[in-house]
């Protein structure tokens, strides 16, 4: 991590009051995001934990299909207009509350894991470690979006912040994944430094096989 996490968290608390106006407004995000919603799919007795869930872009939208979402953010800023947002549409199924990739801070088992646009902060080992944390919930589903890189950054026209991402390639995810006791089962390639990847637990009986969705 480039920057420190209470540093990262101070950051987005400045911007979460104008952050779903203003920020990440690029078709591309904007293609992760319904990319993410879509694998992950939850079903009517699942819950799903949503990790660094900023302002519930991802949360929310899975809450109609799922029975109780957990959203986890380091920015109080950011939990506080997901909180607005799901008070405004009527859903008490959702509930919002600090936890990180390292600490989740979850109670019980989850059924998917989504997280979209917050790993790319970690640097590469510490992915690793997130990742096995990820695993070490139990999910059957860990849907993720983010930057990720499918060939090298363009040093001209970065679309992230090099001063504070450290965005890996997507080799790097796949071996972190698959070293965690995923299988991946589909790789979308938004953008060359945009893209999700979905991992299904593996069975080792080859019912993880397909497309994901």
Do not use: W
Request: glycine content about 12%.
């Amino acid at each position: 991590m480039k920057r420190p996490i209470e540093e990262h968290a101070a950051r987005f608390d400045e911007v979460a009051g104008e952050y779903d106006d203003t920020q990440n407004q690029t078709d591309e995000y904007r293609a992760c995001v319904s990319l993410v919603v879509d694998y992950a799919d939850p079903g009517p007795e699942d819950v799903v934990l949503d990790l660094g869930c900023g302002t519930g872009a991802i949360g929310l939208a899975l809450a109609d299909r799922a029975k109780r979402v957990v959203g986890r953010d380091i920015s109080e800023g950011m939990m506080e207009r997901a909180r607005e947002k799901a008070a405004q549409r009527g859903l008490d199924n959702v509930e919002f509350g600090e936890g990180s990739f390292r600490d989740p801070n979850v109670d019980g088992s989850v059924d998917v894991v989504v997280s979209n646009f917050a790993m790319h902060h970690l640097g590469d080992e510490e992915k690793r470690e997130a990742i096995d944390v990820v695993a070490g919930l139990g999910p059957r589903r860990f849907v993720l979006g983010d930057v990720m890189l499918f060939g090298e950054a363009d040093p001209e026209s970065p679309l992230y912040s090099p001063e504070v991402d450290d965005p890996a390639t997507v080799g790097v995810l796949a071996d972190a994944l698959t070293d965690a006791g995923f299988a991946l089962t589909a790789v979308e390639m938004v953008h060359e430094q945009f893209g999700v990847l979905v991992a299904e637990r593996a069975t080792g009986t080859g019912d993880s096989t397909g497309d994901g969705r």
